[in-house]
């Protein structure tokens, strides 16, 4: 079975240009998560979606960052315009209602 | 204070040595309690559900105290492949927050 794809797998780019990160969570998955992961801060949980509706959004560091899920199968991360701070590892996981917690392998994130 | 806390270690133990990790949180609405590990440069996974009666999966074993809001992970019989940061995870109304984990490094 697949687990949850995400894309790019790495993405390295200049500061001020838009980044987008783009997830697939599992079939039949109704929630889905979008995290952060430093060094300093950990994981930090951005934004998570129920049945594609945006749930929580506190996470989201400032207006730079947005996510969408228009439908079960999708979702982006976008920061326009990136710096450097955001240089991070960012995860998407799903779940089937509140259950265990499927990641993605990552995006590796870097801005110079 | 951080919703979720955790002390970062690093616990450096022998083969065979028994260890425990604490996890405190912030907010007592908290309503549900795991453990995940994750390895250097990989995704985090789910090791085990906390219970409030407590829990045992082999050689780990998952307590939870309400009145003290922590969550405890022991291992025993530790092996080289135990090797990895341990995330304690609170679910908050649905928001899943994770702590800042745990490394533990098990040396031959």
């Known amino acids: 079975d697949a687990g949850v794809i995400q894309s790019p797998r790495h993405e390295v780019t200049e500061m001020g240009q838009e980044v987008t990160l783009r997830c697939k969570p599992i079939?039949?998955?109704?929630?889905l998560f979008w995290y952060r992961q430093t060094m300093m801060r950990g994981l930090e949980l951005l934004i998570y979606?129920?049945?594609?509706?945006?749930?929580?959004d506190s996470g989201m560091p400032e207006d730079r960052f947005s996510a969408k899920m228009p439908n079960a199968s999708f979702s982006t991360l976008k920061i326009q315009p990136s710096e450097p701070r955001d240089s991070a590892v960012y995860f998407c996981?799903?779940?089937?209602?509140?259950?265990?917690?499927?990641f993605g392998d990552g995006t590796r994130l870097s801005i110079l | 204070r951080k919703e979720v806390e955790q002390d970062p270690g690093p616990f450096n133990v022998p083969e065979g040595a028994t260890v425990a990790f604490n996890c405190t949180y912030s907010?007592?609405?908290?309503?549900?309690f795991f453990w995940y590990r994750q390895d250097c440069r990989k995704e985090p996974k789910l090791l085990m559900s906390?219970?409030?009666s407590g829990n045992e999966d082999g050689r780990f074993t998952a307590q939870l105290n309400r009145a003290s809001q922590y969550i405890s992970l022991l291992i025993r019989d530790s092996k080289l492949s135990d090797s990895a940061t341990y995330l304690c995870?609170?679910?908050?109304?649905?928001?899943?927050?994770f702590g800042q984990g745990t490394t533990l490094q098990v040396k031959p």
């Open positions: 996981a799903s779940s089937l209602g509140r259950d265990t917690l499927h």
């Open positions: 079939s039949g998955h109704d929630y």
């Open positions: 979606f129920n049945n594609n509706v945006p749930i929580d």
């Open positions: 907010n007592s609405a908290s309503q549900s």
């Open positions: 906390v219970y409030s």
């Open positions: 995870v609170v679910d908050l109304t649905g928001k899943l927050i």
